[in-house]
């Protein structure tokens, strides 16, 4: 793995700033669209759905970058090899 520069690593927090961000406002807009919508007494039951919902969505997203990834890098390697045999 390669090294990290300033640059990346600045830009990695600032993109994880404005995620994170974005998160809390949807957070606000999702409970309040529930304590206007759900009975109050159903209001709890409800946020966990979200909360789960959100956790498997925010999980498979994970899963798609990773395996997004790891395909890049082992088509990386295929086209590093086809340039190295062609150079020969």
Same mark, same amino acid.
Request: proline share 3%; net charge positive; aromatic share 6%.
């Given at each position: 793995m390669g090294k990290i520069s300033s640059k990346t690593a600045i830009h990695t927090a600032l993109i994880s700033a404005f995620t994170l961000t974005a998160a809390l406002l949807w957070r606000?807009?999702?409970?309040?669209?529930?304590?206007?919508?759900?009975?109050p007494q159903n209001v709890l039951f409800y946020e966990f759905?979200?909360?789960?919902?959100?956790?498997? %969505? %925010?999980? %498979?997203?994970i899963y %798609?970058?990773?395996?997004?990834?790891?395909?890049v890098e082992h088509i990386s390697l295929i086209i590093k090899k086809r340039r190295k045999?062609?150079?020969k």
């Open positions: 606000d807009a999702i409970i309040a669209a529930i304590k206007q919508f759900v009975p759905v979200v909360a789960i919902i959100a956790t498997l %969505l %925010l999980i %498979l997203a %798609l970058i990773f395996k997004t990834e790891s395909e045999n062609k150079k």
